[in-house]
């Protein structure tokens, strides 16, 4: 068939007449996103203070490569800490770099990986069905999952490994797609970038993911000495990319890789005491919790997925979905992030389901996940309301908080009716529920919880005291990094705590960084003579308030909740 000469063929092989309308719808649909974007994803990040132990862990190991210019090294509070490569913290500490050591600094390298991983999916899905409709639906959908929304504005590492593992698998399916021998290459170095990268962020895990999906669907495909020839390219690019650092990290700390590969990765994937351990089958419920506010579109899109299995985008993200997922749930050790590199092809699953229903007028399926989440919010709303009025968890100062909680509620509930009403016009409208309730909810959690959980927030109320001290000393490692974060000091010593940090501070040289209730007034005493001492204490059981005890009784005493922060001055000669 030939074209007119005066309509020429654009990228997409239609005339340019003809795809005007697609170009116009798109770029009302990337602005949609670029909206909802920095409205839910960017500008709540300064609102709350720093949970821990997590977010303070992170902003903290970061912030001590900017102040001591090792980049290769990661140091919690100056004392070694291999429990992750590099890469995620050197993003966070460019975060910090370029917006400054605050809350935004340390969270924005996570709302920029998922932001990335939005851009991802809308790239393959218009890859895939070159529909701009289907793709505003699975970038949506994806943008929207419970768990990817939450973690966009919580600093940890989860968000940037799933960039780079969707990066990875994105690029794996353009070079398998490709027409073309330099799009073929270029995809194939791309995701030997990604699983570098994937690599100093994670671990052994971003180079894992890829080939175990490749491997079935080349070997199904026939197309396995493809995957030799561009895999070995992929291999070569990963390994360039790695191996500087592997090389500068083993020449520094020559146990990094012993301790980082035996514990992070054999222990915790097949020990029987692995940190965080979980039945094999926890990450099934996960799944579903994962992808609220969407979770009773789930039975329609594996149905759809299922009907069409001998088709290869299929297969392919069936492979992408269920294998990865496996493999998870067969390790010890399992939080609920890990299963995020999943939710990409979930993504896209659904956004195909449901544009099938909505092409077909088949409202009652979304309407249905329209009473479910109605169902839920209202459930909570009236927990909320039992509780406050039963145990009074805001108190009367608290008000503005309790009103945040119930505008959250409300909203969920209103978006999703809304979504009852008109399933075929509205059926977005409970993505507005879940980043309402992300943006808010954290911000206007009680005080109760925001004194055990973000203890940033009271000890920024006496920083001015804090860092005009000479020695400081914590009991909780969660408090203590939020301390050495905000004074800007690495060195807070640890009073009867050890926790994540046993193996940094089995190093003989740390061993005056540890402080029992046997030598405390031996340390104080010392470290009073050389100038004033600030204590951050958590005192939340009969052991924490003896250690409580133990120090001397002449010092300023400031206290919130179970946090308590002690001044005391330079004894006299």
């Known amino acids: 068939m030939t074209h007119h000469p005066s309509l020429p063929r654009s990228v997409d092989g239609l005339p340019h007449s003809a795809s005007q309308p697609m170009r116009y719808s798109e770029r009302w649909i990337m602005l949609g996103l670029v909206v909802a974007f920095v409205a839910f994803y960017l500008l709540p990040l300064m609102t709350h203070g720093m949970w821990i132990p997590d977010e303070t862990r992170y902003a903290q190991i970061s912030q001590e490569m900017l102040l001591s210019g090792n980049w290769v090294s990661p140091h919690f509070m100056g004392i070694r800490y291999f429990e992750k490569p590099i890469a995620g913290y050197w993003m966070i500490a460019i975060g910090q770099a370029v917006f400054g050591e605050n809350l935004f600094g340390v969270r924005i390298a996570s709302a920029v990986s998922t932001g990335l991983s939005v851009l991802l999916v809308y790239l393959i899905s218009r890859r895939l069905w070159n529909d701009p409709r289907k793709s505003f639906a699975c970038a949506l959908f994806y943008m929207s999952f419970g768990l990817i929304a939450g973690q966009a504005g919580y600093a940890n590492l989860d968000p940037q490994f799933t960039f780079w593992v969707n990066l990875s698998l994105v690029m794996l399916w353009f070079a398998l797609d490709s027409r073309t021998s330099r799009g073929r290459l270029g995809a194939w170095v791309l995701l030997g970038f990604a699983c570098g990268m994937g690599f100093m962020t994670k671990g052994f895990l971003a180079w894992l993911l890829p080939a175990l999906i490749a491997l079935p669907y080349m070997l199904w495909q026939r197309r396995i000495k493809e995957l030799l020839g561009y895999g070995s390219l992929a291999v070569l690019v990963a390994v360039i990319v790695c191996l500087p650092w592997v090389l500068a990290i083993h020449h520094r700390e020559p146990d990094f890789w012993n301790f980082f590969f035996w514990n992070e990765h054999v222990r915790r994937f097949a020990a029987d005491n692995a940190q965080h351990a979980r039945p094999w089958w926890f990450y099934l419920p996960m799944l579903v919790v994962s992808s609220l506010p969407w979770a009773a579109l789930l039975p329609t899109t594996f149905i759809q997925a299922w009907k069409n299995k001998r ?66 919010a209202t459930s909570a709303l009236l927990a909320l309301l039992y509780l406050q009025a039963t145990r009074e968890i805001y108190a009367n100062t608290e008000m503005f908080s309790l009103s945040m909680v119930y505008i959250v509620l409300v909203g969920w509930i209103i978006a999703n009716a809304l979504q009852i009403l008109r399933p075929l016009e509205l059926w977005a409208m409970p993505s507005l529920g879940i980043w309402l309730l992300v943006a808010l909810l954290p911000a206007a959690m ?20 804090l860092k005009q001290t000479t020695s400081l000393l914590s009991n909780d490692l969660g408090a203590a990094s939020a301390l050495s974060w905000l004074v800007k000091r690495p060195q807070v010593d640890l009073y009867n705590v050890i926790g994540e940090l046993k193996y940094g501070l089995s190093d003989p040289a740390m061993a005056s960084r540890k402080v029992t209730m046997e030598n405390v007034g031996q340390w104080m005493t010392e470290a009073r003579k050389k100038g004033s001492v600030g204590v951050v204490m958590r005192v939340n059981s009969v052991d924490e308030i003896q250690e409580v005890e133990a120090l001397p009784i002449d010092g300023q005493r400031f206290q919130r909740g179970n946090l308590e922060i002690l001044i005391f001055p330079q004894s006299q000669p």
Request: charged share 10%; glycine share 4%; with cysteine.
């Open 446 to 465: 009680p005080s109760q919880i925001v004194d055990s959980k973000m203890p940033d927030r009271f000890i920024a109320e006496h920083l001015d005291s």
């Open 311 to 376: 088709q290869p985008v299929f297969v392919f993200l069936l492979l992408w979905l269920l294998l990865p997922l496996a493999v998870f749930s067969m390790s010890s050790g399992k939080l609920p992030t890990y299963i995020m590199p999943c939710l990409l092809p979930l993504a896209l699953l659904m956004g195909h389901a449901v544009t099938a229903l909505l092409a077909n007028a088949q409202g009652r399926t979304i309407r249905i996940n329209g009473w479910l989440n109605v169902v839920v």
